[in-house]
């Protein structure tokens, strides 16, 4: 099993920009791909952005193209989402999550076995 923390999270204007980290613990070695989840007040959880433990396969959600970038620093097994030109509708608690075999839906939460606590984004207009 892995263990993930996130931090990173608060409250920006319209317009700014965040950038959110994870921290991973224990059986990292066994990583194939980690990915950051969001959930709105009364919406299911959705997919914000993946990359693969290993080379340079990154996939985000449409919404999210252009303005997130995820990366990934192996030697500190830390994912990071930079967020910028942040709109209201990204407020949301941001989820960090971990998959430790192949798939290829790195955009279905049921795929990842290993959770972050979430960490609050609050984008005011």
Same mark, same amino acid.
């Given at each position: 099993?892995?263990?993930l923390v996130e931090s990173g999270g608060g409250l920006v204007q319209a317009g700014?920009? !965040?950038?959110?980290?994870?921290? %991973?613990?224990?059986? &990292?070695?066994? !990583?194939? %791909?980690?990915?950051?989840f969001r959930q709105a007040p009364g919406k299911e959880r959705e997919f914000v952005?993946?990359?693969?433990? *290993?080379?340079?396969? /990154?996939? @985000?959600?449409?919404?999210?193209?252009? =303005?997130? /970038?995820?990366? =990934?620093?192996?030697?500190?097994? &830390?994912?990071? !989402?930079?967020?910028? *030109? !942040?709109? $209201?509708?990204d407020t949301a608690v941001y989820y960090c999550a971990a998959v430790m075999y @192949? &798939?290829?839906? @790195?955009?279905? $939460?049921?795929?990842?076995?290993?959770?972050?606590?979430? /960490?609050?984004? /609050?984008? *005011?207009?």
């Amino acid at each position: 099993q892995v263990q993930l923390v996130e931090s990173g999270g608060g409250l920006v204007q319209a317009g700014g920009s !965040l950038r959110l980290s994870c921290a %991973a613990s224990g059986r &990292t070695f066994s !990583l194939y %791909a980690m990915g950051w989840f969001r959930q709105a007040p009364g919406k299911e959880r959705e997919f914000v952005a993946a990359i693969k433990w *290993s080379g340079d396969s /990154t996939y @985000y959600k449409d919404s999210v193209k252009g =303005r997130f /970038t995820i990366s =990934r620093d192996n030697a500190k097994n &830390t994912v990071y !989402l930079q967020m910028n *030109s !942040l709109k $209201p509708e990204d407020t949301a608690v941001y989820y960090c999550a971990a998959v430790m075999y @192949y &798939t290829s839906r @790195y955009d279905d $939460p049921a795929k990842y076995g290993s959770w972050g606590q979430g /960490t609050q984004v /609050t984008v *005011s207009s």
